[in-house]
């Protein structure tokens, strides 16, 4: 037996109780690619070695209430991270989100040595990232917060909700389900209790946002359950050819547009598609590139790309 491998096994099983309520033996086996009856026996040897740690096998597994160890030394690679990750909320979350992280981090940083502290200065004087504007309205400054709060304690939300196609905000009672980022924008699914169903949102979009001590009144799948079921919607093929030396500018945006596959040919790279929304959000995304680019299929993108390019003013 590798003692070495091992012993990193048990403190990493420690860890981790210590930073969720419950730890599931089957979740640590496949995660360290072990067997159940191995992480049993590290589990014993931790509760040998004074661990107060209560549940039992086939359930879970958690830390006696206030049971807390010495904050743990952190490697330079660690400490680097930390600062890199400051910036990088600074620039994806809202303003109250950022200065929750910000509290929490100051906690961590007040552990670090001096000479620690001052690597972490530096590199957060020397990294840069430019924020992308209107990624949130700037009027609701916490609405992150409190979908994030919402779903963790089962609280409907009460919102102003101006949706791409209303000219006013509409009120909205939600029952948040998840939150998740794509492109640009962060959105987030919930059960709508004026449409009945499920509906996808985006945060910016947001003009008025506040949590409510009306609990939740269905039970939720995971979001993942939600995002992954099939837009009964049917998909357009559409195959266009773009030189080289511009097709390596789409590949930001193109998965966004349902992006399949791409063949580097003799007369340039020939890009398939299966797209939802071709005469809106694909033919004004292929603007961009129609000097360059060629549609190989199918015609009515043709013309439809013919009737925007009509109908400009200049």
């Known amino acids: 037996m590798d003692v070495t491998k091992r012993f990193n096994r048990i403190i990493a099983i420690y860890f981790?109780?210590?930073?969720?309520?419950?730890?599931?033996?089957?979740?640590?086996?496949?995660?360290?690619?072990?067997?159940?009856?191995?992480?049993?026996?590290?589990?014993?040897?931790?509760?040998?070695?004074?661990?107060?740690?209560?549940?039992?096998?086939?359930?879970?597994?958690?830390?006696v209430e206030g049971y807390r160890l010495p904050p743990t030394k952190f490697s330079r690679e660690e400490i680097l991270t930390l600062a890199a990750a400051e910036k990088l909320m600074q620039k994806f979350v809202d303003p109250d989100l950022f200065r929750h992280f910000s509290a929490v981090l100051n906690k961590i940083k007040a552990y670090l040595r001096y000479s620690d502290k001052l690597n972490v200065n530096l590199l957060e004087e020397n990294m840069l990232m430019g924020s992308l504007a209107h990624r949130f309205n700037e009027n609701v400054p916490s609405a992150l917060s409190i979908l994030f709060e919402s779903i963790a304690q089962h609280k409907v939300v009460d919102m102003e909700y101006q949706s791409g196609s209303s000219v006013k905000p509409i009120h909205r009672e939600i029952e948040p389900v998840g939150v998740f980022h794509q492109g640009n924008y962060w959105y987030f699914m919930a059960y709508c209790h004026l449409r009945k169903d499920y509906r996808q949102f985006r945060i910016d979009r947001i003009q008025k946002i506040q949590l409510t001590s009306v609990?939740?009144?269905?039970?939720?799948?995971?979001?993942?359950y939600y995002l992954a079921k099939e837009d009964p919607s049917p998909t357009i093929t559409i195959r266009i050819c773009v030189p080289l030396v511009y097709a390596r500018h789409m590949e930001w945006e193109r998965s966004y547009y349902g992006f399949v596959s791409e063949e580097i040919t003799d007369a340039g790279v020939i890009m398939t598609f299966e797209c939802k929304n071709m005469e809106q959000e694909f033919a004004r995304w292929y603007l961009m590139f129609a000097d360059e680019a060629k549609i190989l299929e199918p015609n009515e993108l043709k013309d439809r790309v013919k009737e925007l390019v009509s109908n400009i003013r200049i």
């Open 215 to 224: 609990s939740f009144i269905k039970e939720h799948k995971p979001l993942s």
């Open 16 to 63: 981790q109780l210590q930073a969720k309520p419950i730890v599931r033996s089957q979740d640590l086996a496949e995660q360290f690619d072990v067997s159940q009856r191995t992480i049993y026996r590290d589990i014993k040897a931790l509760e040998q070695a004074g661990i107060p740690i209560y549940g039992e096998a086939g359930t879970g597994y958690g830390l």
